[in-house]
T-cell receptor, first 110, second 116 residues
Framework: RKEVEQDPGPFNVPEGATVAFNCTYS??????FFWYRQDCRKEPKLLMS???SGNEDGRFTAQLNRASQYISLLIRDSKLSDSATYLC???????????FGKGTKLSVKP | GAGVSQSPSNKVTEKGKDVELRCDPI?????LYWYRQSLGQGLEFLIY????????KSGLPSDRFSAERTGGSVSTLTIQRTQQEDSAVYLC??????????????FGAGTRLSVL
């Protein structure tokens, strides 16, 4: 099993749609969880941290299920500017203390 | 404040030449990371520096790759005898390793390396 697994997509959705991304991780000892966003030909940038109680930032909601080792990101009322690749990131790996998933590509169409 | 700075932003070199890529982390960040990203692919971990500890070199793909971090700040990634498969974007990130913001990695804009 890969350390962090994501559906690569692409997810093609119309503006205004709600879209959900899922991620599973293999290390049950992981303590920190994040979603990063990477625009085409740009560096990854932190979108939000993910807390056990779940957290919301505007149109974005992140959930963590430790028992199932599962993380989700929900985007409501999608905007054209949300088009990007979303990276699931988990701590506790042997390499550099964060393990990045390969990302899920989102394309929001008018 | 200033973010992670990488130079050069673009580098074109001939097969067999050596290249040096530079990363200047955010001031106060004790951890520094190098990644490689080929076109359309995910991040590939290369090496991790944490304070004065020995670096985690487990991601370096071959002995042609090496990195240094002098004085706990600036880092240089060196690729010797470059090959065409080394062509990629090389990303550097830095982070705190304690406190509320620990583990959050901030990335530089990367160096786009093209080996002809």
């Amino acid at each position: 099993r890969k350390e962090v697994e994501q559906d690569p997509g692409p997810f093609n959705v119309p503006e205004g749609a709600t879209v959900a991304f899922n991620c599973t991780y293999s290390n049950s000892a992981s303590q920190s969880f994040f979603w990063y966003r990477q625009d085409c030909r740009k560096e990854p940038k932190l979108l939000m941290s993910v807390y056990s109680s779940g957290n919301e930032d505007g149109r974005f909601t992140a959930q963590l299920n430790r028992a199932s080792q599962y993380i989700s990101l929900l985007i409501r009322d999608s905007k054209l500017s949300d088009s990007a690749t979303y990276l699931c990131v988990v701590s506790g790996g042997s390499q550099g203390n964060l393990i990045f998933g390969k990302g899920t590509k989102l394309s929001v169409k008018p | 404040g200033a973010g992670v700075s990488q130079s050069p932003s673009n580098k074109v070199t001939e097969k067999g030449k050596d290249v040096e890529l530079r990363c200047d982390p955010i001031s106060g960040h004790t951890a520094l990371y190098w990644y490689r990203q080929s076109l359309g692919q995910g991040l590939e971990f290369l090496i991790y520096f944490q304070g004065n500890s020995a670096p985690d070199k487990s991601g370096l793909p071959s002995d042609r790759f090496s990195a240094e971090r002098t004085g706990g700040s600036v880092s240089t990634l060196t690729i010797q005898r470059t090959q065409q498969e080394d062509s990629a974007v090389y990303l550097c990130a830095s982070s705190y390793t304690s406190g509320r913001a620990s583990n959050i990695q901030y990335f530089g804009a990367g160096t786009r390396l093209s080996v002809l």
